[in-house]
């Protein structure tokens, strides 16, 4: 039984930072890579960052280079550092975990329950 429980999220003002933490228990030797995904209201669900078991990471377009996705040794908490937010930035963001290494950007096997980021103006 895998969870995946994230926490960090809140209100900041435009210009501000956000470090967004996910803690995994469970069977987490077999999650080929971590990531996060962010879904506004009304909108689809959009790939944030993805790293994989050899470190590798990988950004969406419109986070690339304000956001940081990092983890520590034991692989068992998932970062994301958020500086420069935006109010486009606002919305639940998920952790996710992939058994798949050739999974899609959104095919996470694995989700948390969401922490709320709201970045005002």
């Known amino acids: 039984q895998v969870q995946l429980a994230e926490s960090g999220g809140g209100l900041v003002q435009a210009g501000g930072s956000l470090r967004l933490t996910c803690v995994a228990s469970?069977?987490?030797?077999?999650?080929?890579?971590m990531g996060w995904c962010r879904q506004a209201p009304g909108q689809a669900r959009e790939s944030v960052a993805e790293?994989?078991?050899?470190?590798?990471?990988y950004y969406g377009d419109r986070v690339e280079g304000r956001f940081t996705i990092f983890r520590d040794n034991a692989k068992i908490k998932l970062y994301l550092q958020m500086d420069s937010l935006k109010p486009e930035d606002t919305a639940m963001y998920f952790c996710?975990?992939?058994?798949?290494?050739?999974?899609?950007?959104?095919?996470?096997?694995?989700w948390g329950q969401g922490t709320q980021v709201t970045v005002s103006s």
């Open positions: 996710g975990a992939k058994l798949n290494p050739h999974a899609r950007p959104l095919d996470y096997d694995y």
């Open positions: 790293i994989t078991n050899g470190g590798s990471a």
């Open positions: 469970g069977s987490i030797d077999n999650f080929s890579s």
